[in-house]
């Protein structure tokens, strides 16, 4: 089993940043995606990016391209989600999200979730 912790999240204006993290711990050797995805209230959950395991590849929504970076520290098995430029429209609960296979990045299928965190952009 995979453990993952959300941390960060918060309030900030628009056009303002914010940064969060998720710390994985247990079978992480199991693990081929680490990703997040985020549900705004009355809304299906939206993939936002993804990281592969194997080689740090990251991958974005369109909604997000530019404005947000996925990165990890292998080191603590941690991964990052960097939000620059924040809109009204990305206020959501934020979810980190593990998957055992890579075709994860495509299908947005998880194993493993956090348990998200609250991200509020003000107009």
């Known amino acids: 089993q995979v453990q993952l912790v959300n941390s960060g999240g918060g309030l900030v204006q628009a056009g303002g940043s914010l940064a969060l993290s998720c710390a994985a711990s247990?079978?992480?050797?199991?693990?081929?995606?680490l990703a997040w995805v985020r549900q705004a209230p009355g809304k299906e959950r939206e993939f936002v990016a993804a990281?592969?395991?194997?080689?740090?590849?990251?991958y974005y929504a369109d909604s997000v391209t530019g404005r947000f970076t996925i990165s990890r520290d292998n080191a603590k098995d941690t991964v990052y989600l960097q939000m620059n430029n924040l809109k009204p429209e990305d206020t959501a609960v934020y979810y980190c999200?593990?998957?055992?296979?890579?075709?994860?990045?495509?299908?947005?299928?998880?194993?493993?979730w956090g348990q998200g965190t609250q991200v509020t952009v003000s107009s």
């Open positions: 999200a593990a998957a055992k296979y890579y075709s994860s990045i495509y299908y947005h299928e998880y194993d493993y």
């Open positions: 247990g079978r992480t050797f199991t693990m081929a995606v």
């Open positions: 990281l592969k395991w194997s080689d740090s590849r990251p």
